[in-house]
């Protein structure tokens, strides 16, 4: 006996999924600049950047946005035709 095969869910829209990144950018850097700013205020603005992104960008690639991708996937989509 053979499943029905079954289409994948359509991605996303840009729009969304800019809505998903900035829900996950911006207090990330917010608390990393909380938690680090502090300890990093007489480093050059390059070197801060560069550490404040070494911290910032795994977190949020890898864990926050699959993590609100997932959550928001049961979210309604507006069809084409709307």
Do not use: C, E, Q
């Not at 800019?18 to 390059?46: E, K, Q, R, S």
Request: cysteine-free; glycine content about 2%; charged content about 10%.
């Amino acid at each position: 006996m053979s499943a029905a095969p079954t289409t994948p869910p359509a991605p996303p829209s840009a729009h969304r999924r800019a809505f998903i990144t900035w829900l996950a950018v911006y207090p990330t850097i917010t608390l990393a600049l909380a938690l680090l700013g502090p300890y990093m205020n007489d480093l050059p603005l390059v070197l801060r950047t560069l550490i404040l992104t070494v911290v910032v960008v795994p977190i949020v690639a890898y864990w926050l946005i699959p993590t609100l991708m997932k959550a928001t996937a049961s979210l309604p989509r507006r069809s084409a035709g709307a």
